[in-house]
């Protein structure tokens, strides 16, 4: 089992802005202290690094200070700061570049030991944006290719995507190199400029709660979860009740009710795109064009059908 490093990136969303709100309930560098903690209890960790407009001091961190990004270029000028990055440090280790809002539950680094460059997740349900940049897979056997693969995505980017580069170009970006650049191997496997891409199962390696109700329960196959939007509320409870050393007394009742509680709580979150049309309407949904209107309201309405994770479903 080889150690392996991690990178986050967390930039303070504006005020007032749609995000804003979220972030509070569990700001990035905390997300990022538990993100670490989750996988030092089952993996092996080798360095963990937050990239960030005003890093926090959080024990057993490397900070990185760097400029904010600007709001228009959001997702761009993140993919900007992760390839500079790697321009300055090859990786000595395998790499996970990764959102802070992730909680580890089984080991990953025996995909590591596969015979790739990069690999990322398949996203369930979404022709427009079939694969998620939550978490990405680097693998360390050729140390240029993280270098090389962000640098494509901010080339593809900045000669065809501009206009979503404040949200969702690094969604699109991915879709566009699989389908558009890459030669099919077969089996999930893409040739990209030289480089060996993977696609691996995002139900098992960046599993999302069902948005309105992922209560305390958790599904046994997955190894990582990915604590969305308001499910965000829910990431410190999951680990203090399932990865915490020491459990709260009373499991499962104490559980239960810190359900009841955490989801009455919930509920008095609106979803970000309701946000976004009441409090900031320049720039919300109704000023989007169709196909990105219809993209966010995918991303973020509620389920009209929640199901418990791990429940059968009907």
Known sequence: MSEVSLLSTYFRPQPGTPTDDIDRILPGYEQARLMGLSFAA?????????????????????????LAP???A???????????????????????????????F???????????????????????????????????????????????????IEQAFMADAGWYADQLVLRHLIEEKAVALGSDRYRLD???????????YNFS??????????????????????CRSYMAAFYRHFIAPVKPPMEPMM?????????????????????????????GVEAMPEPRRAALVEACEPSLNPVVPGAPSS
């Open 42 to 66: 089952c993996d092996r960790l080798a360095t963990q690094w937050l990239m960030g407009d005003s890093p926090a001091d959080v024990l057993g961190m490397t900070a990185i200070a760097v």
């Open 106 to 156: 089984k080991p990953i680094s025996d995909l590591f030991e596969d015979d790739f460059d990069i690999a990322f997740t398949r996203r369930s349900g979404s022709r427009r944006m079939p694969f998620n940049s939550g978490i990405f897979f680097v693998n360390n056997r050729k140390p240029e290719a993280a270098a090389r693969f962000w640098s494509m995505q901010v080339d593809a």
């Open 74 to 104: 959001l997702t761009l000028d993140i993919l900007r700061r992760q390839r500079d990055f790697f321009i300055a440090r090859p990786p000595e280790t395998p790499f996970l570049v990764c959102d802070p809002d992730l909680l580890f």
């Open 194 to 204: 030289g480089l060996t891409i993977r696609i691996i199962d995002g139900e098992t």
């Open 70 to 72: 600007a709001p228009h």
């Open 209 to 230: 709660p069902r948005r309105e109700h992922p209560y305390l329960l958790r599904r046994p196959d997955v190894h990582v979860y990915h604590f969305k939007g308001r």
């Open 255 to 283: 559980r239960l009710l810190a359900a009841l509680r955490l989801d009455r709580e919930r509920g008095r979150l609106k979803p970000l795109y309701v946000r976004a049309r009441e409090r900031c309407a320049p720039v």
